[in-house]
């Protein structure tokens, strides 16, 4: 098989991987009297409240990681100057960006208080930026 047919193939497995990762952590939501609990601890007893809210955030930081380091190997990149002056790869800027919202959540919090869909909607787009001028 030719390297440039085996990619799909690469591609259709690391799907079905994340996808069976995400049922199964679908899975683990625990019900309460015949009703789903979404917010409920996935381990009860645990060290760390395990919720799916936190599960699906490490989940999708997982899948960026597996997802880019994928993209790495098929499309090897140079690294590029952007404003900062400083050599970065996909990976230093995924990096950047996802440091950045984590510090523009937090100051979220600190200025507006709870509902952070606009420090999501600020964060998509300073991910954005970062990506094409960084």
Do not use: H, N, Q
Request: hydrophobic share 60%.
């Amino acid at each position: 098989m030719s390297s440039t047919r085996r990619w799909p193939i690469v591609y259709v497995v690391v799907g079905l991987v994340l996808l069976a990762a995400l049922g199964a952590l679908i899975a683990a939501v625990p019900t309460k009297d015949g009703a789903t609990d979404w917010f409920g601890p996935m381990i009860p007893g645990g060290w760390m409240a395990w919720t799916l809210p936190i599960a699906l955030f490490f989940y999708a930081i997982a899948s960026l990681l597996i997802i880019f380091t994928v993209l790495a190997i098929r499309f090897p990149e140079i690294p590029r100057v952007g404003v900062l002056r400083i050599e970065t790869t996909r990976g230093d800027r995924l990096f950047i960006s996802l440091l950045g919202s984590a510090f523009l959540c937090i100051g979220w919090l600190a200025l507006f208080g709870a509902p952070l869909w606009g420090a999501l909607i600020l964060c998509l787009v300073y991910a954005v930026a970062v990506f094409r001028w960084v």
